[in-house]
């Protein structure tokens, strides 16, 4: 701990503190209140922290941002934001902003979608009981850092029964340059309920602006929820992800994470299974270019017995880009017949790029089936020259090999129209 | 069609080839014959455009283009094709949809329109039976899972698709039985025309009955030492390659 560090906070801490959430009610105001509390003891994470050993932070702290105080009413062209021939219901979100205005919402039944800012106004009580109830203000600073000032963001909820089977569709957009936006999502899945959620994170401008979002989701038995992560920031940007999952009995959560552009991104992702029956898939694609540094860190806390996790991470690094991929699997004592896998695939494009994989497994029950693994390779030149002497150009046969390399992660993107969406993002990018 | 010209290659900084002479015509099949290490897999490699040999010296002209400072998918669109002794096995990557894209960019390159999936599915159809291949393995990926015999089959299949004006076939025969060999033989011999032209590579005889050279030539530390008749290649099998040593070191 520096004196220089604490100054960095302290700025930080400084600007964000002219957001003013007096009018909130009581509860919320006590989670803020929380959180100021914890930021106290906690400090920017260094390379000395094992949790952050491969991400350094400093470009995004040794910056100053300035804050949207309040939801603007400016009009915004969101439409190259679309994923082509997708129907969903369209919920908007502007540098940290709800924007009613903005979103197309043509809410089924038993599908509640609305501002975070509007419930907590009228002190909802699931939303009085359940924010910040999984997110890890106490030990996290960003989580911390969001609760403090989160400024807006979305509620879903799933009535008892309710499957909605119209994808939701959340565009989180940043549009202003040097800005700090903190959004929250809340998901909350009745019994029996099903949703799929993609969540875009895009930019409009929003150059050197940095994005810290915390989503916590509550699984309840037997309910099914696929959350798609789709961060593709143009320029210079910076977003610090927290997606905290609580499962119950018998319920099945998908995330797949998707990044295809960012300067500098970490994911930090931690599902605890605590029901038995639970099904929890954890996918990931992500492409690095120019000095890119994508960080992915899973964590899947198996606390009771019969249940199965899935993990495919695919990396594909150019340039000088620099990957890092920790994914932790637990099997808690108790949790005696999981099944729980974990795969993370990479392909170096150049020398100069760098993975840090570590896949890791601990496991305290005695009847569980469990396996991880990493590679990390080039294309097969071999293949790339059969491809080629069939008269398919070189950017062809790479192009082929990197569609075929994150195929079955990009399988369990159950919406047809975001899957096609991602392999034409993929193919655009390698084919030049 | 093909002009080889005193060509010299090397791979890592090692001499392989020492001064290759050989001109194919249309029409025209040409046996390259030669005991192990004398440089056959390596005269196809360099002119099919393998980036880790080197060329040090000679010319080979093709069509009247000089290859050799040409990339390997602009060989291959100009028609020339090279059946690999070892096909290389591609999961995910389809044996289909690949071949399409190769048919496509060779039209474009040659700016022709794109094969309509109706005329391309009927030529699946109709090369696929030619060689006896399954079609459920035409769509699977490239050579994933498939035995010695379905990989050479595929390599004559993917050369019937693209109509190759020179067919180079590196060992087609190696490790095939014989029911394996005649399809491959057949294929090739139906694909025969006066318009084009068929360099076989191969150790044994045996390949020869089916597919009947013109040319037959022995390959020898680097360089063609003999050239004959259809006859030269049942001496070889009678005799093996140590009266072609003697004579060429006398």
Known sequence: ?432 | MLKIKDLHANIDDKEILKGINLEIKAGEVHAIMGPNGSGKSTLSAVLAGREEYEVTKGEVHFSGNDILEMSPEDRAREGLFLAFQYPIEIPGVSNINFLKTAINETRAHKGQDAITAKEFLAKVKEKSALVELDSKLASRSVNEGFSGGEKKRNEIFQMAMLSPKLAILDETDSGLDIDALRIVANGVNTLKSKDNATIVITHYQRLLDYIIPDFVHVLYNGKIVKTGGKELALELEEKGYDWIKEEVEL
């Not at chain 1, 940043?174 to 875009?200: F, G």
């Not at chain 1, 119950?248 to 797949?256: A, V, W």
């Not at chain 1, 029950?365 to 080629?388: M, N, P, W």
């Open chain 1, 1 to 432: 701990m520096t004196t220089t560090e604490l100054t960095k906070k302290d700025m930080l801490l400084e600007s964000l503190n002219e957001l003013d959430f007096s009018n909130e009610p009581q509860f919320a105001q006590d989670l803020r209140t929380n959180a100021k509390k914890a930021l106290e003891n906690l400090e920017f994470p260094t390379s000395r922290t094992e949790y952050w050993k491969y991400t350094r932070i400093g470009k995004i702290i040794n910056k100053t941002y300035g804050i949207q105080h309040e939801a603007s009413d400016a009009n915004i062209d969101i439409s190259s934001y679309l994923i082509p021939g997708l129907d969903a219901d369209v919920v908007v979100l502007v540098n940290g902003f709800f924007r009613a205005d903005l979103s197309t919402i043509e809410t089924a039944n038993g599908l509640k979608i609305s501002s975070l800012k509007k419930v907590i106004q009228e002190s909802d009580g699931f939303i009085k009981d359940h924010l910040g109830a999984i997110a890890k203000t106490e030990t996290e600073l960003f989580t911390a850092l969001n609760t403090l000032c989160f400024t807006d963001g979305v509620y879903i909820d799933l009535a008892k029964n309710a499957v909605i089977e119209k994808p939701i569709h959340i565009l989180n957009i940043t549009n202003s340059d040097q800005l700090i936006s903190n959004t929250r999502t809340i998901v909350k899945a009745h019994d029996n309920s099903a949703v799929k959620i993609i969540e875009s994170f895009v930019n409009l401008q929003g150059e050197e602006s940095f994005t810290n979002n915390v989503s916590e989701f509550f699984l309840n038995p037997n309910s099914q929820v696929e959350y798609n992560k789709i961060q593709n920031k143009e320029g210079n940007s910076y977003q610090i992800s927290n997606e905290q999952v609580y499962q119950r009995k018998d319920s099945n959560f998908t995330i797949n994470t998707i990044t295809l552009q960012g300067t500098l991104i970490r994911n930090n992702l931690n599902i605890e299974v605590q029901g038995e029956g639970c099904e929890t898939n954890l996918n990931g694609i992500y492409l690095g270019e120019a000095k890119n540094h994508i960080d992915n860190h899973t964590m899947v806390d198996h606390l009771k017995p019969n249940c199965n996790s899935n993990e495919v991470y695919k990396g594909i690094l150019d340039d000088q880009s620099v990957g890092v991929f920790n994914g932790k699997v637990f099997v808690r004592r108790d949790a005696q017949k999981t099944n729980a896998f974990q795969q993370n695939n990479n392909i170096l494009l150049t020398d100069d790029a760098v993975i840090n994989s570590k896949p890791e497994l601990e496991i305290y029950a005695d009847d569980v089936k469990c396996s991880h693994g990493c590679t990390i390779g080039q294309l097969d030149d071999e293949a790339l020259f059969y491809l080629r002497a069939r008269g398919v150009s070189k950017r062809s046969a790479i192009n082929m090999m990197i569609t075929a390399f994150v195929k079955d992660a990009l399988d369990r993107v159950s919406v047809p129209a975001l899957k096609a969406y991602i392999d034409t993002e993929i193919d655009t990018r390698f084919k030049n």
